[in-house]
Nanobody, 125 residues
């Protein structure tokens, strides 16, 4: 069983930066593809980015150039570095994981087997 625990959320001003962390237990991240999703109140959960089990990241167009997904194998932790934050980035951010095999529809939440509890990010103008 894989457990994911997010941390690092908070309240910031527009233009600030935050780094979220997703600590995994039960399985090494080198055998998992880990994604970040976000969900604003009253809206659908949307894909932010992921890091494939072999270490290559991929990001949604909406955050490309501002957000970066990375991984620290020694800490078995995936990070979401968020820069130039905007009020519309306000949401609960979740990390999700699935076994490290190729798959399509990477932005579909139903593709992921394991989920964290989420961490709140609030960006004020």
């Amino acid at each position: 069983q894989v457990e994911l625990v997010e941390s690092g959320g908070g309240s910031v001003q527009a233009g600030d930066s935050l780094r979220l962390a997703c600590a995994a237990s039960g399985r090494l991240l080198t055998s998992l593809t880990v994604a970040w999703f976000r969900q604003a109140p009253g809206k659908e959960r949307t894909f932010v980015g992921l890091i494939w089990w072999y270490g290559t990241p991929s990001h949604a167009d909406s955050v490309q150039g501002r957000f970066t997904v990375s991984r620290d194998n020694a800490k078995n932790t995936v990070y979401l570095e968020m820069n130039s934050l905007l009020p519309e980035d306000t949401a609960t951010y979740y990390c999700a994981a699935r076994p490290g095999t190729p798959f399509s529809q990477i932005s579909s939440a139903f593709k992921y087997d394991y989920w964290g509890q989420g961490t709140q990010v609030t960006v004020s103008s």
